[in-house]
């Protein structure tokens, strides 16, 4: 076995093939393998932190219609409390209106009770100053003088 110069000269030239690729070849490609696995490794954390971004955003827009939910339920609570205090103070008002009218009513009605009463307290005046004038007309005969008044008393009635 006798090693001889052209082997020699091919192992030259082979781990000079060698050194040259390593340099020239392997070394940028493992530079770009390795930026490639760096983008990747930043692209999911991204991915990760924007998972995790989406979670807290859906969280706090729970958290924002949940409170928009207890806002409107607290407006609409507050609202029909309005409404039912605006209910009774139409209710309040209407009966004493009522009251009123009513109190107005039997003011009248006692007026006219009243009114009616001068009426008729003058009526039986001239009724008794009418039947007076004729008793005293007339003789003093009792029979005559009642039977003279009833008779007055109830023309005047039927005149009425």
């Known amino acids: 076995m006798s090693i001889d ?3 020699i000269g091919q192992i030259v030239v082979f781990l000079t ?3 040259l690729m390593k ?3 392997y070394g940028p ?3 770009l393998m390795e930026a490639r696995s760096r983008k990747i490794a930043e692209g999911l954390a991204a991915a990760e932190a924007g998972q995790d971004a989406k979670a807290r955003a859906e969280a706090e827009v729970e958290k924002q219609l949940a409170k928009a939910r207890r806002d409107a339920q607290a407006i609409l609570s507050k609202a029909e409390s309005r409404a039912a ?3 009774e103070e139409a209710v309040h008002k ?3 209106d009522a009251e009123q009218i009513i109190a107005a009513g039997k003011e ?3 007026a006219a009770v009243e009114r009616a009463r001068q009426e008729l307290r003058s009526e039986v005046a001239s009724i008794a100053l009418s039947a007076a004038e004729q008793i005293v007309q007339a003789e003093l005969d009792a029979k005559r003088h009642t039977a003279l008044i009833e008779s007055i008393i109830e023309r005047e009635y039927q005149q009425a």
């Open 29 to 31: 490609m493992n530079e």
């Open 5 to 7: 110069l052209t082997f």
């Open 85 to 87: 205090e605006i209910n």
């Open 94 to 96: 209407a009966r004493s």
């Open 17 to 19: 093939l060698v050194w």
């Open 23 to 25: 340099k020239h070849l």
């Open 108 to 110: 009248e009605i006692e």
